[in-house]
């Protein structure tokens, strides 16, 4: 009879605690999803910034002043003046 008072005395329990569980074991996987994005977006960060470095170093190393004529505002005025 004890034995069987014990286990009426638990089930109040167990339904809270599988709620728990079951919580815990979707933020869980909700973590490790998270992680693999942070993961995948630094990767892509780091591409990124490797490209940016690369289109700095184009436009450093080409000489941009052939081809663009200095502007004038007063020799080069639009012409609804």
Request: aromatic share 6%; net charge negative; charged share 25%.
């Amino acid at each position: 009879m004890t034995k069987h008072k014990n286990l009426d005395d638990q089930a109040p329990f167990s339904a809270p605690i599988e709620d728990l569980q079951v919580r815990i074991a979707f933020l869980d996987d909700l973590v490790e999803q998270l992680n693999d994005q942070v993961t995948q977006q630094s990767l892509e960060l780091a591409d990124l910034k490797k490209q940016m470095q690369l289109l700095y170093q184009r436009v450093e190393s080409s000489d941009l002043s052939e081809g663009i004529a200095t502007f004038d505002p007063m020799t080069n005025r639009p012409p609804h003046y």
